[in-house]
């Protein structure tokens, strides 16, 4: 019943701000015009990205304190280790993305008029990642100690406003970097709530450092490093392709369908937290997760694929009619794939596994960028949506194999 209970309240902290999103970005979209808001759509996506250099650690971070969680000092010294680590790795990323912004893009192959402010843009956005890889960290503290209630009563308003500040921007200054800006800020202040929610729990923040604590973590989250490098290449990369070949001033109409079907993965996502705890101790929830991911996924499909046209032209625009609109339909096949595939990567990932799921992305990504480029060639915009369903759907197949065959065990010890 806890893991209805906690999916419950990590689905309403996502479905909310998704209510106020869908219509905040269709006026962004309105606004910026459809290569600007492509290449606000492609930001977004760079920060999570920036999940590498979170090396695995929050993930391990949520099973270690799930595991040990009666162990006050213990979990004490997991988060203030984790803490300094994410902080002086997302330094790294922070710095390397703001050097790099002219190479990026150069890159995406931005139209001239739109050149400068993307680099500003670009450098601006650097600033998120260490600001996004802690809150990433704390979270996975309360995440270890089962605070849904708590996670999504914040997560309500934080990501609110990570949709109304954009859009507060744009209507003072209309500029890509206005929108940066806006967005940089809203994280910033996302930052300080979950710190100030964290510290009732710990005030273990950044108090203690313990070697042996980061080579456990690391233990476990390296081979999730490996997944966090590889699955955002095959989640991200698609539209950073498509914009190299084809141009920023086509992104749009991928990123735009991609982005919708983005959010409806907060429902999955929302259930595959509430079961990775529970999961860490025992194999009683995962048919029931199976379960619900699959018809949460199809109550959410069937209506947005039949209306899909209505729907973007109502959201975005009349720009986004006819090719959009048949992109939407063929990622909303992948992602019923790929939702309830969060049932066994999950599994997995709670059994000390990692290095599972990280081999299984290891063989997926060269294959998957090789059908994605020559897909893009062939078809355009609609070859990207193709190659992105096919992956997700062998994705779950090998990944309901994998368990079923050879992690239905007693979980590891930690």
Do not use: C
Request: no cysteine; glycine share 6%; proline share 3%.
């Amino acid at each position: 019943m806890s893991l209805i209970k906690h999916s419950s309240w990590n689905i309403i902290g996502a479905v909310i701000p998704t209510l106020i999103a869908v219509p905040t970005l269709g006026i962004m979209a309105r606004k910026m015009g459809v290569e600007n808001f492509g290449l606000f759509t492609l930001l977004f996506a760079l920060v999570g990205y920036a999940s590498i250099f979170d090396v695995g650690i929050s993930r391990a971070v949520t099973r270690m304190i799930s595991i040990h969680k009666n162990d006050k000092k213990l979990s004490n010294n997991v988060l203030s280790t984790s803490s300094w680590s994410i902080f002086i790795f997302s330094l790294i990323g922070m710095l390397l993305l703001f050097q790099l912004s002219p190479n990026i893009t150069q890159w995406l192959n931005v139209s001239e008029r739109l050149y400068d402010d993307t680099v500003y843009s670009i450098k601006i956005m650097s600033f998120s990642i260490p600001i996004f890889l802690l809150t990433q960290v704390w979270l996975g503290y309360l995440e270890g100690l089962e605070l849904f209630a708590i996670i999504n009563k914040q997560r309500i308003f934080t990501s609110s406003l990570m949709s109304i500040l954009p859009l507060i921007s744009l209507y003072i200054n209309n500029t890509l970097s206005a929108a940066i800006l806006g967005l940089l800020i809203a994280r910033l202040i996302t930052l300080i709530i979950v710190y100030l929610i964290t510290i009732r729990k710990s005030t273990f923040l950044f108090k203690n450092f313990d070697v042996n604590i980061l080579k456990n973590l690391l233990t476990f989250g390296g081979w999730l490093t490996a997944s966090n490098i590889i699955s955002p290449i095959m989640v991200y990369f698609d539209r950073f392709i498509l914009s190299n070949i084809s141009g920023a001033s086509v992104v749009a109409q991928y990123t735009a369908p991609s982005d919708l079907v983005g959010r409806l993965g907060v429902i999955p996502a929302s259930i595959a937290k509430a079961l990775f705890p529970k999961l860490t101790l025992n194999n009683d929830s995962y048919k029931q997760g199976v379960i619900l991911l699959g018809i949460s996924s199809i109550i959410t499909i069937i209506p947005l694929f039949i209306f899909a046209n209505e729907l973007l032209t109502i959201w975005l625009g009349n720009q986004y009619t006819g090719l959009p609109a048949t992109v939407l339909q063929i990622l909303l096949v992948g992602f019923f794939f790929n939702a309830i595939a969060q049932a066994p990567f999950a599994a997995i990932q709670a059994k000390g596994a990692a290095k599972t799921t990280a081999y299984v992305h290891l063989l997926e990504v060269i294959p998957y960028l090789a059908i994605l480029y020559v897909f893009i060639n062939f078809w355009g915009v609609i070859g990207v949506a193709l190659a992105w369903t096919l992956r997700v759907i062998v994705d779950s197949l090998i990944l309901f194999f994998i368990f079923n065959i050879r992690y239905k065990l007693p979980i590891e010890e930690a």
